[in-house]
């Protein structure tokens, strides 16, 4: 009943805050391509009214005003609405799936025991950032063409530093593990065995990043046209994030963001909408590809390699 509770609480929580976050990320992916201060008020685009605070609620706001502004009734695009929900429900997702699942094996923990533990609030924290820069570079890729140095560069850093933090608070503050575990010991902080184990996501991590940036940085040496330099520092961020939780994620992700891109391609010549020069974002198919390695990869990885014992 207490895990219940908590995983409601968690979910809802970071829901609601998606909300506000997605209405910050519209702001940021309207005015960092323009060169428009983050730290200005928010106007209306077309009779540059100022946007009382109100009039500036996440969903509400833009239901409320029918999608229209307040004093010109000019149209709010309809994006900005389904940035907002669909960021809400990206959290929420994110909440819930770290809430009821546990990513590593290193500590044997289940339960409210696993709520409470420094890896549990690291690989939110890291997956909520995650999502976060999901969606503005997606939108700002999307617009533009470009992945911005000012957004992805951070992003990692941010990335790195989660991951560093958790692994240190994980190694330097013992939990509580079942008696059985034969890596528990008197303290329940584990073996020393255990402690090496507990700095293996971390390591996968840094060369999950270098590796996917490594080759990124080959294919676009070899072909300058087919993919741009954000790509290649995008990679290296989704590596990183992919390679915290395991091989098999890091694997499948790289994979399924070709064969997705591939497939758009494909299918936007198919309708003529592109030819077989047109410049695609690859952007958003790195993002996707990683959420499909970090929600796939292991039970896919693990099944491929079931075919061949």
Do not use: H
Not at 54 to 59: A, D, T, W
Not at 193 to 207: S, V
Not at 218 to 235: E, H, Q, T
Not at 295 to 300: D, I, K
């Amino acid at each position: 009943m207490m895990q219940t509770s908590l995983t409601i609480f968690v979910t809802v929580f970071a829901g609601l805050f998606g909300l506000a976050i997605g209405s910050f990320l519209n702001v940021v992916a309207y005015r960092l391509p323009r060169r428009i201060s983050l730290l200005r008020e928010s106007r209306c685009a077309n009779c540059r009214s100022r946007i009382r605070w109100y009039q500036n609620i996440p969903v509400v706001s833009w239901l409320a005003l029918g999608g229209r502004c307040a004093v010109c009734w000019d149209r709010i695009p309809v994006r900005d609405l389904l940035v907002e929900i669909g960021t809400g429900v990206l959290f929420a997702a994110v909440a819930l799936g770290v809430t009821v699942s546990r990513p590593f094996d290193a500590r044997p923990v289940d339960g409210p025991q696993w709520f409470g533990t420094p890896e549990y609030w690291g690989v939110l924290l890291t997956l909520e950032v995650f999502a976060a820069l999901t969606v503005v570079l997606t939108l700002i890729d999307l617009d533009t063409k470009r992945l911005p140095n000012a957004i992805v560069l951070p992003g990692w850093a941010t990335v790195v530093a989660l991951i560093l933090l958790t692994t240190i608070a994980t190694v330097l503050m013992p939990q509580p593990v079942p008696e059985a575990s034969a890596m528990a010991g008197p303290s329940g902080a584990g073996t020393p065995a255990a402690g090496i184990e507990l700095w293996m996501p971390l390591l996968r991590a840094l060369i999950g990043g270098a590796s996917l940036f490594l080759f990124y940085f080959l294919v676009r040496a070899i072909s300058p046209r087919g993919m741009g330099g954000g790509d290649v520092k995008l990679a290296g961020l989704a590596g990183t994030v992919l390679g915290w939780f395991g091989w098999g994620e890091l694997l499948v992700g790289a994979f399924s963001a070709f064969l997705l891109g591939g497939v758009f391609g494909v299918v936007l010549i198919a309708l003529g909408r592109a030819k077989r020069k047109t410049a695609i974002p690859f952007g958003p198919w790195i993002l996707a590809g990683a959420w499909v390695g970090l929600v796939a990869g292991a039970p896919l990885s693990t099944w491929y390699l079931s075919l061949y014992s």
